[in-house]
């Protein structure tokens, strides 16, 4: 069954060779006809952030793979292979028989995606140095030198009106990672030097955007946060009455402090006006299900709990911005994935590192498999919004959702290629329709890189950037948005 959207808010009171396979194309940088624009549209962007590389092979389908090696007269084992000078456009791509996209194939059950997708290969980011990752760099365009260089493009895009709207959140940050903090600080960033956190705990951030509508522990927290925000405004609003004006550093502090309350509570007035809203979309509670998916020892089905509530915060209208950390930044990255044990060699159970670091396909295979699950994931996602009409279409016409790498294309990268998967988006101006894109490899003229993405999804929010990121401006190839997949 579908719900349409605006009726569940407004019922609660919320408002060469290229011949010869099959149709590809040299990109002559003009790329697709220009397509409709829906301006009237709700405009909301979904980021997936793989921790320490999405290797392409396992994203490239057959078609792409046949053609990009029918140009090149060899075969292709990275994008140093790359032969073609021009962008090459595959229309129609096969893209679920990619070894970590077959979450895209449509069944009796589920619709495709594959006529909603555009799979993007080749682009560099070398300036942002590579290694186990680039940190806040991968989501900003610029080298992260102890801490963030400049904002994140999930934070920009925050900040853009026809993109925040009314809002509780601006953006909604969570993910899995290694260790114990609950808090990931190394992959977004709200300016240079002030990283924004992503949200490690499940529970957490069930209590954060469900709480007010949570019948156990969630809500008891809820509300004895309303209590503490209350009593500390009280303190200030009296602690700048007993100053008279006898120091204005202390005042001015004090007076950052009392807006920053007085927006905390501004929020969560209006979590309870949504609240009908929210019920209506609220996930299973913490400590519902025994086992509790929201303590599993299990990253993946962690990560499947924090999807759940990404969806339905998407549903009731908390954010139109959301950046899934998939072990991203640092060492977040070097997890054990116990759900995968079939897939690793012997049977036995490695290390995040030690798996990265294994020779031979069958080290491969684990990985790709990981990629498969966060893949599929996105394409959950996906299919719910795709589920819920809105004006100009589907939910999932007024999002883009965004699936890339932290660094690249392998454990010890180069930043030479970030692989990418462009899922909706089509209101906003977004070619996914099929296609593969595949640029010439890093180091040629016509190579480009994830800031023109960035640019892209700019232009789609309607605030046209050509030069996002890259402090360095030398290290910019090419400004403005890709005419391959937006336009």
Known sequence: ????????????????????????????????????????????????????????????????????????????????????????????????????????????????????????????????????????????????????????????????????????????????????????????????????????????????????????????DFAARGQRLEFALEDVERELQSLGGASSRAQAKLETY???????????????????????????????????PYTSASPLERLSVEVDLVIAALLAGLSNVVVVSLGSGGYYWSQEYPSLLPFYPGGQMLGGHDLRHGEGPEYDEVLHELSSRYVAQMARVARALAAVPEAGGTMLDNTLLLYMPDNGEKHHSNAEEFASLLIGGNNMGFASDGRSVTFPKAGHDNNRQISNVFNSMLYGAGQPTDDFGHVDVASRIAEGPLSEIWG
Do not use: W
Not at 264 to 288: C, F, S, T, Y
């Open 1 to 220: 069954m579908t719900v349409s959207r605006r009726k569940l808010l407004t019922s609660t009171g919320l408002l060469a060779g290229t011949a010869l396979f099959t149709g590809a194309t040299f990109g002559d940088r003009q790329g697709p006809p220009p397509r409709p624009h829906t301006d009237n549209c709700p405009r909301r962007f979904v980021i997936f952030l793989e921790g320490n590389g999405t290797q392409p092979a396992c994203m490239m389908d057959p078609l792409t793979r046949q053609t990009l090696e029918g140009i090149a007269g060899k075969a292709i084992a990275s994008n140093r292979d790359y032969g073609h000078d021009q962008p090459v456009l595959v229309p129609q791509a096969p893209l679920s028989e990619a070894r970590a996209l077959s979450a895209l194939a449509g069944d009796a059950n589920q619709i495709s995606l594959v006529e909603r997708a555009a799979l993007v290969l080749g682009l560099s980011s070398t300036n942002l140095g590579g290694g186990h990752s680039c940190n806040h760099g991968a989501l900003g365009a610029t080298k992260a030198v102890g801490g963030p260089g400049g904002p994140t493009i999930d934070a920009v895009l925050a900040g853009i009106p026809a993109v925040r709207g009314a809002t509780p959140f601006d953006v909604i940050r969570l993910g899995i990672g290694a260790g114990s903090s609950p808090l990931n600080y190394s992959s977004c960033a709200f300016a240079a030097d002030k990283p924004a956190p992503i949200l490690l705990d499940p529970a957490a951030a069930f209590s954060t955007l469900f709480g007010s509508v949570s019948l156990g522990a969630a809500g008891a």
């Open 258 to 292: 009392r807006t920053s309350l007085m927006e905390m509570i501004a929020r969560d007035e209006q979590l309870l006006g949504m609240h009908d809203a929210l019920l209506a979309v609220k996930p299973i509670e913490p400590g519902e299900l025994d086992p509790d």
